[in-house]
């Protein structure tokens, strides 16, 4: 086995048409953060990106994105916003994780959300979750019918705000793929303005992400696309959302909507109207994340698909100096994510402390 680690701006497009066909051979690959669209946007925005190319004689058998950063600390690539994290690879195929880093030139590898089915680096997980998955496989007219029967409060109340907003505001209609870049805009604009309130770090504050968004935006392929989806209400845009997909699979990202409207809950509207057009493009399902405290991915989900987070290590000096620095980090945040109160206070204390910096902004 040959492993050759590479920017991913050199893989040629053999490498490309190999990693697509090892997505297609595995479906829990599918993912569009396991693109190689993805891979090659991130190493346009990053300098830190890198991808171990993992070779047999009848060519490759793997493909390992990931960042390497000084002191030979590696984290997934994108980690602070992919939903999806892992090696592609061909069925069957075998890896040794320590050789893997070792070739790659880390000591470390952390990853947040790791697909199933990763032997390899199971050893290393230190929590598992579950990302909320909407099954669309037989239609939208059957995940309803789930949903009446799951969350029928909730799908109640939802269609209720629906028709009152149309009735409030105006006609209601539904765009799957916007091309606007002034929309797109305004949908990062109110998603930043929804982080502050919730006292969480602003995805689009960082001038890579923005870049990265607006080049996944611009491709729109049968196999991969960065559709923005936007909600309007006689005409005015009250709810949006830009994800990912694959041929297969729609990837919740960013949602946010108009606050004026947040009485209507628009974005519980616009994630129904969203898996209508998805089921209607022949997509099978919509993966939402991580559910974690989360009562609207709850209520939408239909099952949940494992991910999970941990730190690949080698045995040196090293990986034990890091993992003596990280270890009570993380052993914290765990003990927090077991405990619903302590989560819970967690989570209205930074919303405090979004409000009172919102406050303090406008004096």
Not at 95 to 104: K, S, V
Not at 171 to 191: C, G, I, M, P
Not at 250 to 274: C, N, V
Request: glycine content about 10%; aromatic content about 10%.
């Amino acid at each position: 086995m040959k492993i050759d680690v590479i920017r991913p701006g050199e893989l040629g497009k053999a490498e490309i048409d190999a990693w697509r066909e090892m997505q297609h051979a595995t479906p829990r690959l599918g993912n569009p953060f396991l693109s190689p669209e993805f891979t090659v946007a991130m190493g346009e925005v990053c300098a830190e990106a890198r991808v171990a190319v993992v070779s047999e004689q009848d060519g490759p058998v793997g493909f390992f994105p990931f960042e390497r950063h000084p002191g030979g600390v590696g984290t997934a690539l994108g980690a602070w916003v992919s939903l999806c994290q892992g090696v592609v690879h061909a069925p069957g195929a075998e890896f040794d994780a320590e050789a893997l880093l070792r070739a790659c030139g880390l000591h470390v590898w952390e990853f947040g959300c790791m697909v199933d089915g990763q032997k390899w680096f199971q050893p290393f997980e230190v929590l598992r979750q579950e990302a909320v998955v909407l099954d669309l496989v037989d239609g939208y007219a059957a995940y309803l019918d789930g949903l009446r029967e799951r969350s029928p409060k909730f799908l109640k109340s939802t269609l209720y705000k629906e028709r009152k907003l149309g009735r409030d505001a105006g006609e209601l209609t539904f765009d799957f793929a916007v091309r606007d870049e002034e929309q797109f805009r305004l949908l990062r604009s109110w998603k930043s303005a929804q982080y502050q309130r919730m006292g969480r770090p602003d995805r689009f504050g960082r001038a890579w992400v923005v870049e990265l968004a607006e080049r996944l935006h611009a491709i729109d392929t049968p196999d991969f696309a960065g559709p923005l989806s936007m909600l309007y209400c006689d005409g005015k845009p009250v709810a949006g959302h830009f994800g990912l997909r694959s041929d297969t699979i729609l990837i919740g990202w960013f949602p946010a909507y108009d606050p004026e409207f947040a009485k209507y809950s628009p974005g519980l509207i616009q994630h129904l109207r969203m898996a209508e057009a998805a089921a209607a493009a022949g997509l099978r399902s919509m993966d939402l994340g991580i559910g974690t405290g989360s009562e609207y991915k709850d209520a939408l989900r239909s099952r949940g698909e494992p991910v999970s987070e941990g730190c690949v290590r080698r045995r040196s000096a090293g990986a034990a100096a890091y993992w003596l620095r990280r270890t009570p980090v993380r052993r914290a945040r765990q003990f927090i994510l077991d405990s619903p109160a302590l989560y819970g206070a967690a989570d209205r204390a930074m919303k405090r402390y979004g409000n009172l910096r919102a406050r303090l902004k406008t004096r």
